[in-house]
Each structure stands twice: as structure tokens, then as C-alpha cells.
């Protein structure tokens, strides 16, 4: 099969959306297969590990953990199904939103619980289910990704991962009350795992991206404490994460995805969707960070 562009190119193993790019032309991808030959090993070889000491089939085996795959580029709404499967019992114990607002980074923020469709909620869960039963799947967790066209009601599948999403932790607790690492420390332990429905603080939480536009600089200041415990009264419940300080530059944080420059996190808590938004949106006003421009 043959992929017009534009389309999406990324390595088989990655995190964060590193090495993803989105390719519109010739130079692009050829800039981009120059820049993953560089540093796609740093999640292939320790992959490729663990492939060691798994029954793989031949094409897989050829292929490895340092190679790409290219996608077709997809639009819509992101819903993400989390949940386990306990000697065959399927469960669901929550589904998220991946809004995207205005901007560079390929999505702003996870939202929980979902404000997707019913139905549509349904047809991912029905499709995850079908999918671990067809492979056997058994005694595990799982989180997937599915992209919602809602203009051709057509619903796509974009990932998925036997695991738990740590990115989901701190909103579980926030509106249900407990983490999810609870439900992989039963699986593990052999018990019938269980999570508990909304006894947390808000109807409605988010994890929320603090972005800066893919441009190096040095970063010279960032929120003060009392900055952040201002924020803090003003939205109960809120906890900011910053990854930066001043003195560092922004091309040597680890981790980072090709659209832009991860500063930090906040997560919110609300009793709407409408109110997560907003409240995102005066948390970036609130935050004030400056730069210095690097020196050639």
C-alpha cells in the first residue's frame, strides 16, 4: 500500500510522541528518517530486548524495534478506553477525551471521564473486547486509543497497549478516588480487581500540557511558589509540575515529542468540561515563564 502525503511517520517503540512526525513532502521525509536513524535506538535496542524473549512471528522478528511505520493521517475526536481482563472477565473502569484546542502540540489535554457519544463509547469498548478475546489476552490491563470522524461517523483505531496509562493516575483519583496502579497490583497478586465510581473530589479532571512552540531558548524564569499556591486558591485542587528551570535549555530536555517543548503539567479539577477548559485557559494566563534566545 502506498500513503499520499501528508502522512504521519514513527518508530514502532517510542514515547510521548518522539520521533513523530508529520510528513508533507519529499524533504520533510527524508529530514525525518535522518533525525530517527539518530536516535531512534534509544527505545529500539532496549525493545528489541524484550522481543529476545518473546515467540515472534518471522515478519516481526525481521522488522525489529528500530523501524517506522507510516500512518494515514486521521481527524476527529480521541477517545481512550482503559480496563482489565481477570482470568477472562472483561472490565472497563473508565473511558478519556484527548480534546485538542488551538496549537502545535498534537493534543492539549486528557480529560476524564469522557463527554464522547454513548454509542461511540460503546463501539470502542466493543471493540477492545473483540480484539483481546481474538488474541487471547488474559490476566492483564490494557488502554487503547480511538480517533472519532465525526463528521463520517467512522471510528478508527489508532493504538493499543497491555498496561495501565500511568497519564491516567492522578485523574482517576481526582474523580473516582483511587488510582489504577490498584487494579494492576490485583491482577498481579491473583485478585479480581476493582476500582471504585466517582467517590473522588470533582465530577470531571484533566492532565493538562504546559507547551512552548518547537523554538530553542534558555529558559530564565519560571512560576514562584507563591505563583503556583495563588493558582492553588484559586482552583482548589490543582497541582503543577514543572519540568524546566531557569538556566536550562529547551533542546536538551529528554523526552520530548517533535511538535513542541513540554514545560510542565497541571492537573485541574472541575464540575464541567466547559469549566476544565476554562480553567486550563487561565492557568496558561497565570503562568509566567521567560526566555532568552540561544547564542549562535
Given at each position: 500500500?502506498?500513503?499520499?502525503?501528508?502522512?504521519?511517520?514513527?518508530?514502532?517503540?517510542?514515547?510521548?510522541?518522539?520521533?513523530?512526525?508529520?510528513?508533507?513532502?519529499?524533504?520533510?521525509?527524508?529530514?525525518?528518517?535522518?533525525?530517527?536513524?539518530?536516535?531512534?535506538?534509544?527505545?529500539?535496542?532496549?525493545?528489541?530486548?524484550?522481543?529476545?524473549?518473546?515467540?515472534?512471528?518471522?515478519?516481526?522478528?525481521?522488522?525489529?524495534?528500530?523501524?517506522?511505520?507510516?500512518?494515514?493521517?486521521?481527524?476527529?475526536?480521541?477517545?481512550?478506553?482503559?480496563?482489565?481482563?481477570?482470568?477472562?472477565?472483561?472490565?472497563?473502569?473508565?473511558?478519556?477525551?484527548?480534546?485538542?484546542?488551538?496549537?502545535?502540540?498534537?493534543?492539549?489535554?486528557?480529560?476524564?471521564?469522557?463527554?464522547?457519544?454513548?454509542?461511540?463509547?460503546?463501539?470502542?469498548?466493543?471493540?477492545?473486547?473483540?480484539?483481546?478475546?481474538?488474541?487471547?489476552?488474559?490476566?492483564?490491563?490494557?488502554?487503547?486509543?480511538?480517533?472519532?470522524?465525526?463528521?463520517?461517523?467512522?471510528?478508527?483505531?489508532?493504538?493499543?497497549?497491555?498496561?495501565?496509562?500511568?497519564?491516567?493516575?492522578?485523574?482517576?483519583?481526582?474523580?473516582?478516588?483511587?488510582?489504577?496502579?490498584?487494579?494492576?497490583?490485583?491482577?498481579?497478586?491473583?485478585?479480581?480487581?476493582?476500582?471504585?465510581?466517582?467517590?473522588?473530589?470533582?465530577?470531571?479532571?484533566?492532565?493538562?500540557?504546559?507547551?512552548?512552540?518547537?523554538?530553542?531558548?534558555?529558559?530564565?524564569r519560571v512560576p514562584s511558589l507563591a505563583e503556583l499556591e495563588k493558582l492553588r486558591e484559586r482552583?482548589?485542587?490543582?497541582?503543577?509540575?514543572?519540568?524546566?528551570?531557569?538556566?536550562?535549555?529547551?533542546?536538551?530536555?529528554?523526552?520530548?515529542?517533535?511538535?513542541?517543548?513540554?514545560?510542565?503539567?497541571?492537573?485541574?479539577?472541575?464540575?464541567?468540561?466547559?469549566?476544565?477548559?476554562?480553567?486550563?485557559?487561565?492557568?496558561?494566563?497565570?503562568?509566567?515563564?521567560?526566555?532568552?534566545?540561544?547564542?549562535?
Amino acid at each position: 500500500m502506498t500513503l499520499d502525503y501528508p502522512f504521519w511517520l514513527k518508530p514502532v517503540k517510542a514515547f510521548s510522541s518522539q520521533l513523530g512526525f508529520k510528513i508533507e513532502n519529499a524533504e520533510q521525509f527524508h529530514a525525518a528518517i535522518e533525525e530517527t536513524r539518530e536516535s531512534i535506538r534509544h527505545f529500539g535496542d532496549p525493545f528489541n530486548e524484550a522481543l529476545e524473549h518473546a515467540d515472534l512471528p518471522p515478519e516481526i522478528q525481521q522488522a525489529n524495534g528500530n523501524t517506522c511505520i507510516a500512518e494515514q493521517i486521521i481527524s476527529g475526536t480521541q477517545g481512550a478506553p482503559e480496563g482489565t481482563v481477570f482470568q477472562g472477565e472483561f472490565n472497563v473502569h473508565g473511558v478519556f477525551d484527548q480534546p485538542k484546542d488551538e496549537g502545535p502540540a498534537p493534543y492539549d489535554r486528557l480529560e476524564y471521564p469522557s463527554s464522547m457519544p454513548e454509542r461511540i463509547q460503546r463501539q470502542m469498548i466493543d471493540a477492545c473486547k473483540r480484539f483481546l478475546e481474538h488474541i487471547g489476552y488474559d490476566n492483564g490491563c490494557f488502554n487503547a486509543e480511538f480517533m472519532w470522524d465525526e463528521e463520517n461517523d467512522k471510528l478508527w483505531l489508532v493504538e493499543f497497549n497491555t498496561r495501565i496509562s500511568q497519564s491516567h493516575s492522578e485523574m482517576f483519583i481526582m474523580v473516582d478516588g483511587m488510582s489504577n496502579h490498584e487494579v494492576a497490583i490485583d491482577i498481579a497478586l491473583g485478585q479480581r480487581p476493582s476500582m471504585p465510581n466517582r467517590q473522588g473530589q470533582f465530577p470531571v479532571a484533566a492532565k493538562c500540557i504546559i507547551h512552548k512552540p518547537h523554538e530553542d531558548a534558555i529558559v530564565k524564569r519560571v512560576p514562584s511558589l507563591a505563583e503556583l499556591e495563588k493558582l492553588r486558591e484559586r482552583f482548589p485542587g490543582t497541582k503543577v509540575k514543572l519540568d524546566v528551570e531557569p538556566g536550562m535549555r529547551l533542546s536538551d530536555l529528554s523526552n520530548q515529542d517533535s511538535f513542541s517543548y513540554h514545560l510542565g503539567t497541571i492537573y485541574l479539577g472541575a464540575d464541567s468540561h466547559d469549566q476544565i477548559r476554562e480553567r486550563y485557559h487561565a492557568c496558561l494566563e497565570a503562568l509566567h515563564f521567560e526566555f532568552d534566545p540561544v547564542e549562535d
